[in-house]
């Protein structure tokens, strides 16, 4: 192998204090390379993660189903005891309230995943050089995972409330992965300054609490302003709504607000890459300081 | 880890090495700057990585609030075949320049250019999950060194080999010994095959025969690479090391070829306060005084120069006959050589009154080197330690010889010709 170095040229590296920035096209490369190169190490992380997780779990995965489940329980219950008022649904609000809070739940499990991950790999980050997108593949690797479970109580919804299979299932699935994607944004975005402070995650899950109830999850998107403000403000009003009625109804209600907030979505996810980057070096800097 | 690990004896030589290849790692005046108080550190990181976002082309250049140069104005060379040795004190900066080099942080100020790939045993077993088995952590943690897959499966039973875990590899780890889980970790970075080597000390692990293996694996991988050597072992130093940096305080402070001088600098920069008393009281070391060829109170003889140790202390009256010891440390603090009264046969009278001893040593044939001498004295069968001085005076061994081991025997030597019949030892030399 190193017989073949010698004759191959030897890739060169140089550290310096300048901002990668200052190259773009050469850290355009790198990153394209280390996402190729990430992809084998994302794969062993996540086997790895999800195994001891349920090895070492005697209900397993109950745990992914029990959470949107009793939340929908819960809204289920207070609505037909007409403590809260839901406007009339499409469909039944049972399945309607499960569905909402299953997406919303795996929308949170993405967000919170980057810095899950990535505070979890704090010890291999402060010694091992290697691709750190792995760590965040890895993650949402996981949640993927935690979805596909999940995925179960959606057939269940469909089977007992005899919902209408139409084409708009496997598309709802896109729907679904553009929602992991969104989460995997705002979950990255925070990264950076949630490993330096841990103030970020107890803020991160104070405001996921709060942002549930500005979401219509378990309710239909308002109409009337300025309540309808929370469909139009919110990013992940547009995803989750499309996702849900996709799968349920067969049609996007709002094509033009998904489609922007996807765009938004992807142009952000690419820049919150670049900085997480940039911010990896610094990061270690402090943890190991 | 203070001495030769026992089962290496396969020193290789430096000039074995495959030399080619020109500069594998180039450092230039490379720098870094630490933080001392963790909020503020907090709150640096959070302006660095601004800087860093906005493109800014340099970092501050001067130390802010409570910084420090943790490196400063580091700068080498190191070809493919070269082993550099990194030694210092805790803090001098040898692990934050290993950091900088594998890419882990970025330099305040200078350039590191580095070319081929980069394997560092730094941390083993990286990645381990104590609920997975041995083996699926193999995988975990060769995927987090770069190893791809196919090579581990080709590798698997070589690395159980290495490891010696066969009975275990399918237990989780959590329930190995922490001497498996190192070996597990060795066993499997044993397998990069990196052109840029960094290597910090974690290496001298489990028990001897195993830690003889280490070397053994380290020096194949050592053969065709650059290498940085982390230790605080000197004798592992001087073995692999062609080149020595000294750091302190985050410089460096030599920097040079010559290994043995570089690791005397160390010591003579290691100004520990190593000297404490300690016994049961009944008997006070008063005064000690070394004389060699004449000079009084000396601390410092030549190879294989005379030395007159004198000796005072007071012994309790109830002792009738004490023994005395004088031992030599090296720097280190391991013992290498010892005198004692009682060995000697030396009957030792307490008087009660204050005892003077004239110990003479012919020829001290220790290496050139600085060595501790600890006094002891103790009752006449050695069951009480009466009085223990550590570390009671330093002296200084000149000379240009510098062997492999701390003492060199005295021997007799005769060459026999070719045709000689006799057999009792001709090979002496």
């Known amino acids: 192998m190193n017989e073949n170095a010698i004759t191959k040229p030897l890739p060169v590296v140089v550290h310096t204090p300048e901002s990668k920035l200052r190259s773009p096209m050469a850290m355009a490369k790198e990153m394209w390379h280390d996402l190729l190169a990430s992809r084998e190490l994302a794969w062993r992380l996540m086997v790895r993660d999800i195994s001891a997780q349920y090895r070492q779990s005697f209900l397993g995965v109950f745990w992914a189903f029990l959470p949107p489940i009793a939340m929908a329980m819960v809204f289920v219950v207070l609505n037909s005891r007409k403590v809260i008022n839901i406007t009339e649904t499409n469909i039944p609000y049972p399945a309607f309230a499960m569905f909402g809070t299953v997406l919303w739940q795996v929308f949170v499990d993405s967000l919170n995943a980057p810095l899950k991950v990535v505070t979890a790999a704090k010890p291999m980050l402060a010694k091992i050089n290697f691709p750190k997108e792995a760590l965040i593949l890895s993650g949402v690797g996981q949640t993927l995972f935690n979805l596909s479970i999940k995925l179960v109580i959606l057939m269940v919804v469909f089977v007992i409330f005899k919902i209408p299979v139409t084409w708009g299932v496997p598309l709802s699935i896109l729907a679904i992965l553009d929602l992991v994607l969104l989460g995997t944004m705002f979950g990255l975005l925070i990264t950076p300054a949630g490993v330096l402070y841990t103030d970020v995650a107890r803020g991160v899950s104070l405001i996921t609490g709060l942002w549930f109830f500005v979401t219509p999850v378990v309710y239909p998107s308002p109409k009337n302003f300025p309540f309808s403000l929370l469909a139009t403000l919110n990013p992940v009003s547009p995803i989750l709504v499309g996702a849900r009625d996709l799968a349920t109804e067969g049609v996007l209600h709002n094509p033009v607000a998904f489609f922007i907030v996807t765009f938004i979505m992807l142009v952000v996810l690419m820049i919150t890459w670049v900085v997480y980057r940039l911010a990896i070096p610094i990061l270690v800097e402090r943890m190991s300081a | ?429």
């Not at chain 2, 490196?71 to 070809?79: A, M």
């Not at chain 2, 900088?100 to 980069?118: E, F, H, Q, T």
């Not at chain 2, 499997?188 to 489990?206: M, R, T």
């Open chain 2, 1 to 429: 880890m203070g001495c030769l690990p026992l089962g290496y004896t396969h020193p290789r030589r430096k000039d074995e090495r495959v030399s080619s290849s020109g500069v594998l790692i180039k450092a230039d005046n490379v720098s870094k700057k630490f933080c001392r108080r963790l909020k503020r550190a907090l709150w640096y990181g959070a302006k660095d990585l601004t800087s860093e976002l906005l493109g800014r082309r340099t970092r501050r250049k001067g130390l802010r609030t409570d910084e420090f140069w943790a490196l400063r104005d580091v700068s080498f060379e190191l070809t493919r075949g070269e082993c550099l040795g990194l030694i210092g004190r805790n803090g001098a900066g040898k692990s934050t320049l290993l950091k900088m080099l594998n890419g882990l942080i970025k330099p305040d100020r200078g350039k590191i250019m580095i070319r081929g790939r980069v394997g560092a045993l730094i941390e083993l077993g990286t990645g381990f999950n104590p609920i997975l088995t041995g083996r699926e952590n193999i995988y975990v943690n060769a995927a987090v060194l770069g190893i791809p897959k196919g090579e581990v499966d080709k590798k698997l039973d070589s690395v159980i080999e290495f490891a010696e875990i066969h009975d275990f590899i399918d237990t989780p780890v959590q329930n190995y010994s922490s001497g498996m889980k190192v070996r597990l970790g060795f066993a499997i970075a044993a397998q990069l095959q990196p052109d840029v080597l960094l290597i910090d000390e974690v290496l001298a692990v489990g028990d001897v025969g195993f830690r003889a293996k280490c070397f053994n694996a380290i020096d194949k991988m050592t053969r065709n690479a650059a290498v940085i050597l982390v230790s605080h072992s000197m004798a592992t130093i001087s073995r692999i090391c062609s080149r020595i940096i000294v750091m302190n305080d985050g410089k460096a402070v030599y920097n040079d070829n010559d290994v043995p001088r570089g690791i005397e600098y160390y010591y003579s920069k290691l100004n520990c306060q190593t000297s404490f008393l300690t016994g049961n009281g009944r008997a006070t070391i008063v005064k000690m005084r070394m004389d060699s060829k004449g000079r009084k109170g000396i601390q410092t003889i030549r190879y294989r120069d005379e030395l007159r140790v004198h000796l005072w202390a007071s012994v309790d009256q109830m002792i009738t006959y004490p023994t005395f010891s004088i031992a030599f440390h090296n720097q280190e603090l391991y013992p290498i050589s010892q005198w004692s009264s009682l060995y000697q046969g030396v009957r030792i009278k307490n008087t009660g009154s204050i005892l003077h001893l004239q110990i003479d040593f012919n020829e001290i044939n220790l290496n050139p080197s600085v060595y501790y001498i600890t006094v002891t004295i103790l009752d006449g069968d050695q069951r009480e330690v009466l009085a223990k001085s550590f570390s009671i005076e330093k002296i200084q061994i000149l000379g240009d010889f510098v062997a492999h081991c701390p003492v060199q025997l005295v021997a007799q030597c005769t060459v026999h010709p070719p045709n000689d019949q006799h057999h009792h030892a001709p090979s002496a030399c």
